[in-house]
């Protein structure tokens, strides 16, 4: 198991974070917000090929006050360093993907240590 010194911080797995942000509806929440329902639709049709990762779990997480819209993947080290190795296929066809829904901005990713305790 890594750890990061002097600090002590171990861990066994490591994220890979997709994240953007979606236009609110008419009342700014996001009950009927077109581009959430079309964030959501694209998770639904990438999951079961970022399911079948090796080792990942997903993970979806939504916001409806800030109107954050976010993609998780979970692994261990060495299977998300192959995924890492191979650009996190199909990552960046999910992120182009989100790119062109009208409302979806920031769109951004993030890799960090992410470790059930």
């Not at 890979?16 to 996001?30: F, T």
């Not at 997903?58 to 109107?67: A, K, L, Q």
């Not at 890492?84 to 062109?100: F, G, R, T």
């Amino acid at each position: 198991m890594p750890t990061i010194e002097p600090c002590g911080v171990s861990f066994d797995k490591v994220a890979y974070e997709l994240r953007c942000k979606y236009a609110g509806d008419e009342s700014g929440g996001p009950a009927n917000s077109a581009s959430l329902k079309a964030a959501e639709a694209l998770l639904q049709e990438y999951l079961p090929a970022l399911k079948a990762l090796p080792g990942a779990e997903v993970t979806r997480v939504m916001c409806g006050g800030c109107h954050d819209f976010k993609i998780v993947v979970n692994q261990p080290c060495a299977d998300h360093d192959a995924w890492k190795a191979a650009d996190y296929a199909p990552a960046p066809e999910i992120l182009a993907k989100l790119k062109a829904i009208d409302g979806i901005s920031a769109i951004e990713t993030q890799e960090y240590t992410c470790q059930p305790l």
